[in-house]
Every structure is written in C-alpha cells, then in structure tokens.
C-alpha cells in the first residue's frame, strides 16, 4: 500500500521535535554560450565568480567546453538544461563543512571529475563523463545519482564516504588506457552502492594467447562496501580475445574490507562477501514536484519516511548512518511495508524550489528485531 500524504502526523511531528526545513535565499544566473535574451554570462567561470554560495548557476545548452581544468570551492548548484550543455573538465576541492555543491544535467569532459578535500556534501546528479571518469579523496560527503559510463575507472580512495545511486559504470574500447585497478576502485573508504551497474573487462595482450588480464568491477581496499538492490556487478566480456570465459574475471574483488551485498543484487565476487537484507530507498522523479518512492525493508514492518534538506554531513547510530538533519525535517508517510518488503509512496515536494534542489529521504523502519535507518535517497529536483 502507498501513500501520497504529506504530513497530517502532527502528534508523531511533535515526539520527534520535526520542524520544517527552509531554504536559503538564491540568486539565478543564466549562462549561455550564445549570449540569448536573459543570459547573464556566456562562460561557467564568470558565473561561477559571481555567484555566492547558494546561489544556482543554470546552463543553457551549447558547448563549454575549453580544454582547461576549472576549480571550484563554494556551495552552489549548477544545473544544465535539455539537451545538456558540455563543460570542461572539474575540479571541486576544499568545499567548508557548512555548504554543499550540485552538479546536474551535464556532460563533463572528455577529461575527467576530481572531488578532493571536502568538508560539505558534494552531489553528482544526471553526469555524462568523458573518456576517462575522474576520483575522489578525502571526502566526507559525495552523492553521484544517475550518472553514466566512467570509462577508464573511477577512484573513491582517502577515507571518502560516498553513496551512489542508480550509477553505470562500464569500460569501452578495444584495450584499457591503463592495466591495473578498477572500473570503480575504492580504497579506505566508505561507499554505499543502489541500483548500480559495473562489470569488469577481461584483457589479453595483442598478438598473446590466453586471458592475462581480469579487471575487476569494482576493486575495495580496506574498505567498507554497502551493495543494495538493484546491483549488478559481475565480470565483464572480453573485448581483445574471444577465448576468455567470463568466468575468469571478477564482478567485484575486495582485500581487507567488508562487503555487504543484498540478496536480490546480481554480485559475483572473488572475496569473502556477506548477505545482508540492506534496507534503502529507490526513487524517480514521475512530474514537477513529484518523487516516487519505493522502500525496500524487512515485510510487514512499519516505515516512517521522513525528509528534509541534505546536511554535509551523517551521524553514526545504532540504527544506521542518519543522512537527516535531526533538527529540520518532516514526516510526509507512515504505514506499512508489504509483505513482499515493498512499500511505495510519492512524495510532493514544494513547486516553487529552484531546479537543482537536493531533498534528503530517509526512512525509519520499526519491526520486530528494532529500529533500522534506511540508506538515504538524494532526489535532485530539475
């Protein structure tokens, strides 16, 4: 059963100290390559040293594309309009604690996305990369949701915590840029996987017999590993030579990390892996201001979905990772899980918010075993 109430929980909202989240005042700029009636700029690096954080940047289509690497520090949400306007390669770095930075609805590259340092949540929504996909280190806070095809790999190394949401990651070509790693390599980090793709590749060296090369899917290195449903990571084919089984590669290899994995995902690993039911939210945006959500939880228990804007940062508990801001959200559903373990809802967010919002959903799960913390959900509104 689901539900498309807002609140009216009000004695539920008044136990939990639930107040309602605001947003901060924005300015929009208009950036247009071909300077048309209400551009503000023609380039992102002019936007981008005008805006203050906060503020929203969108993109018109066009090509911006300079071959030069831009960095960026401050929180402000950037978000391309259809079709979607190429930018150059990006840098975001040393982001405070108290901002967050949104980058939606672009192509990137053909260079690649570097996040390093950040303090504030950084969220990588709806992202084409180029040639070769970019990493990340020392982040406390990275969310990639529907982002496509990192060709050459992707790292998450430095201590990051990250959390990626119906990602594809899949290398292309007829031999790998490089020899060693990973489509998605992750190293003392922390990252929480739904409904994400990733094979590895099978090499064999030109003008060789036999398989000499298995590069793995994803590749975790004193790593902590969290794979939802919706998963499929498994080996990939060979691409060089047609005698390699796939057999004889690896969907995800792990050395001295934990690796949870969902029963309903499609995992093969080469290392010790454990099966865990991994309580988490899907979602998809179905109209203007509408979230469809599905809760995948224990059957017949009871989920209250609550939501607010992102904090740049969680709080560990006994129940799982909180992703709320315990201090600004609401509830928008109760009821309960069915007994297949789903339970939908839409979930009507404000129409009058800016493309580029970013709402945090986080469901509680109360059963007979206790209190769990769903995985978060990040829904960019465009």
Not at 188 to 208: C, I, K, N
Request: aromatic content about 8%; glycine content about 12%.
């Amino acid at each position: 059963m689901g539900s498309t109430s807002r609140a009216g929980l009000s004695l539920l909202s008044v136990l939990i100290v639930a107040t309602a989240a605001t947003a901060p005042a924005q300015t929009v700029w208009i950036v247009d390559a071909s300077n048309g009636p209400g551009a503000n700029f023609t380039n992102l690096p002019a936007a981008y040293a005008a805006a203050a954080p906060g503020d929203v940047v969108m993109m018109r289509p066009g090509n911006y594309w300079t071959g030069v690497p831009f960095l960026m520090s401050k929180g402000i949400t950037i978000v391309g309009l259809d079709p979607r306007p190429n930018l150059s390669d990006l840098m975001i770095a040393n982001l405070p604690v108290d901002q967050r930075l949104v980058l939606a609805n672009c192509n990137v590259g053909p260079g690649q996305v570097y996040v390093g340092e950040c303090r504030g949540l950084v969220v990588l929504d709806s992202l084409a990369f180029g040639t070769t996909g970019g990493g990340a280190g020392g982040c406390e806070a990275l969310v990639m949701s529907h982002c496509d095809r990192a060709p050459y790999g992707f790292g998450i190394v430095g201590g990051s915590r990250a959390f990626l949401s119906a990602t594809h990651w899949e290398e292309y070509g007829t031999w790998p840029h490089y020899e060693a790693g990973a489509i998605l390599e992750i190293y003392e980090s922390d990252v929480h996987l739904l409904d994400t793709y990733a094979h590895g590749t099978l090499r064999s060296f030109p003008g060789e017999l036999g398989c000499l090369l298995a590069v793995p899917g994803i590749s975790g290195i004193r790593s902590r590993l969290a794979i939802g449903q919706g998963c499929q990571i498994i080996p990939g084919p060979d691409e060089t030579w047609p005698s390699c089984p796939p057999s004889y590669g690896c969907g995800v290899s792990a050395y001295g990390s934990v690796v949870l994995v969902d029963p309903s995902s499609q995992v093969h690993s080469c290392s010790p892996v454990s099966s865990f039911p991994i309580t988490a939210i899907s979602w998809g945006q179905t109209g203007p201001g509408q979230i469809a959500t599905t809760l995948h939880a224990a059957p017949n228990s009871l989920a209250i979905l609550c939501e607010s804007l992102p904090v740049p940062y969680t709080w560990a508990t006994s129940a799982g990772d909180l992703w709320l801001d315990p201090f600004s959200f609401q509830v928008v559903s109760v009821g309960p899980v069915n007994a297949q373990g789903f339970r939908q809802d839409v979930v009507l967010i404000d129409p009058t918010l800016l493309p580029g919002n970013v709402t945090t959903l986080q469901a509680v799960v109360l059963d007979a075993n206790g209190i769990t913390l769903s995985e978060p959900a990040f829904a960019v509104t465009r």
